[in-house]
Structures are given as C-alpha cells and as structure tokens.
Nanobody
Framework: QVQLVESGGGLVQPGGSLRLSCAAS????????MGWYRQAPGKQRELVAI???????NYTDSVKGRFTISRDNAENTVYLQMNSLRPEDTAVYYC???????????????WGQGTQVTVSS
C-alpha cells in the first residue's frame, strides 16, 4: 500500500516562509512526477508546482519566484519551499505522486491527506 505523508504546514505571517515535505512510503516500483496542489476555501483545487523524475519543474504563475519545488529520489520525498508568503497562499496543500506499484501495473496518481497553510498577521 503506497502512502504519501505530508508535513510542514502551519501558521505564518505575511512575508514569512514555510517548507512542506511529502514522503512516499510502502512498496512500489518507481515514482514519476511529483507535485503540490492547493485548495482554498470556496475555490477549486489548483496545481502549484510539479517536478519530473529528472528534475524538470513547472509552477503556476502566482508562485513563480517565491516557491521552489525539489525532490530527493533516494528518500522518495518531494519538498515545497515557500518564501514571501501572502494571505492568498492560505489553503490546504496536497502532495501528489505518479507511482508505479510494480513492473506489471500502470502508474497511478496517489494523493496525500493535505496540510493546512495559513498566512495571516
């Protein structure tokens, strides 16, 4: 059973920083792309950042220059460093990973349980 477990959320003042982590655990063959989505109250879930297995990254426009996604393939972990946080960054942040369970199965999109990020003075 594959699990993605997030950590690092919390309350921070505007202009502050937080670092989210998401570790994949369980038995699996390989991990492909990993990423972070967020969902604010009353809004649709949106893609924040994504990183390929080779390290290619993409960001939504509103976080470019402020957020950095990275991964440690040896630790099966993806990170989201968030700097210069704004109140509009407040949301539940979800980790996602495209993971192949074994060599005979197709990759499947797994999700973490979400971690709350609140930016407020």
């Amino acid at each position: 059973q594959v699990q993605l477990v997030e950590s690092g959320g919390g309350l921070v003042q505007p202009g502050g920083s937080l670092r989210l982590s998401c570790a994949a655990s369980g038995s699996f063959w390989s991990i492909y792309a990993m990423g972070w989505y967020r969902q604010a109250p009353g809004k649709q879930r949106e893609l924040v950042a994504i990183i390929s297995s080779g390290g290619t990254t993409n960001y939504t426009d509103s976080v470019k220059g402020r957020f950095t996604i990275s991964r440690d393939n040896a630790e099966n972990t993806v990170y989201l460093q968030m700097n210069s946080l704004r109140p509009e960054d407040t949301a539940v942040y979800y980790c996602t990973g495209v993971i192949r369970g074994n060599s005979d199965t197709s990759p499947y999109d797994y999700w973490g349980q979400g971690t709350q990020v609140t930016v407020s003075s």
